[in-house]
């Protein structure tokens, strides 16, 4: 099996530097066989050089497993559906071991460059210091979350609003005009 270190894209980036901890649980991250997913959400500035990380976080399988339960099966069924309607399959298997990181060159639905999404969210699955290769990390625009938003709960947003109220400082303009969505 192939073996890559955790991209710099999926830094800290308030350490510059991998994530240690789980965002719930605090759990060490690090140590090889600790299996955890990242996620991150980043505005572009067209025709700047500028990008803004709006948020990113590390989370351990076991909290993102009890974290999947705050979505209701309504809003599950329902963002499965759309994925698997619109879903560029074709690209998407074509990654593999040796490209996988060019999951995070564009949209996984929509194909939109990476430099073309004023704001997209970047998701990767790893093993303590290294990238799971076998679940290629993916990159979502801003389009697709303005698409999956209505098809998402009262509860669901609840809960989500809940996750980052918890965890992020409360910047008014944050949670508008709508929460952001988490993917995990
Ligand atoms: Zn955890």
Redesign the pocket.
Known sequence: MQEKDIPKEFFSFETEAPFER?I??N?YLLDEGTEYLIEKAIKNYQGFEARDVVFDFA??M??MHERSKDISPESAAKITEYFQNNIDLENRLALNEENAESGLDKCMIKGTEVSACSEYQICGYFNGRKMNLQNPPYLISGEVMEELMPLLSDQTIDEMNGFFKKHFSPDPSFFEPTPKLILV
């Open positions: 789980c719930e649980c759990k989370i351990c076991d909290c």
